[in-house]
């Protein structure tokens, strides 16, 4: 058996550019990654299904990326013998909050199993496989905190120096499926790069259309704001501040109301 770290990012920009002709959107973004992880523990065992438990009981087998990249890569490999596991996640990352913690759960699972199996199989061949399970799932089998662009596949390895956030969870689930439907693209587009990031830090294209449908989160935005700096991340629902400090992150989330879930952590620049 081997136990897994499976971190969670946040995107300290997300500026959408075009809807694509296959539906997906082509997009520029920063993937931090952050130490807020989910455990994963993976045991190769006999049987002919892939064996899924976690502490989180919202989550089953049915439709979960763990489950799919465990046979999206026993399908790659086309083992000649039974070739299974037994996976147990212990969930820390909230769901739906927009810090990609299905998607690093899944670059985990080839990772340790690519391992465990013996595979053998080059970095470059995990994300070909990762990015049939989606596009976040590629920066975190590549390790590193990133530039990316085109649907988020496409990345430039990038450090900033250690940054502290204080990341918000405000319990709501927000599905970025859906809320990629419901966007539409505006007329002037800008375009963030390496070059400018820093002077857009904390945009977010999706911050409007989250805002308008959960009054929490445009609350907790001008929150953040009144007191110093307040984005949301990927496709919300989680909002963060950032900091050169662990004690102003401290101090900021005492103005954070206890109905909602906080974490103060830090850059990784990388996993």
Known sequence: MIIRKSPAKINLFLNIIEKRDD??????TYFQFINLYDEIHINSISGNVIEFSSNNKSLSASGNLCVKAAEILKDYIKPK???NASIKLIKNIPIGAGLGGGSSNAATILLGLNDLWQCNLKK???????KELGSDVPVFINGFSAFGFDTGISLVQHSIEKKFFLVIYPRIHVS??????KYKIK???????LDNMHH?????????????EHPEIKELLNLLRKNGNGSISG?????FSIFDNEESARNMSKFIPNKYQTYIVH???RI
């Not at 539906?23 to 520029?28: A, L, P, Q, S």
């Not at 007329?187 to 790069?193: F, G, L, Q, R, S």
């Not at 496709?235 to 909002?239: A, D």
Request: glycine share 8%.
């Open 267 to 269: 850059s990784l620049n």
């Open 23 to 28: 539906g997906y959107h082509n997009i520029e």
């Open 200 to 212: 857009n830090i904390g945009y977010n294209s999706f911050e409007e259309l989250l805002c308008f």
């Open 124 to 130: 470059s061949e995990l994300i070909s496989l990762g």
């Open 187 to 193: 007329d002037c587009i800008k375009h963030i790069n």
């Open 235 to 239: 496709s919300g629902s989680c909002l």
């Open 176 to 181: 970025s499926k859906i809320m990629y439907s």
């Open 81 to 83: 013998n039974s070739l």
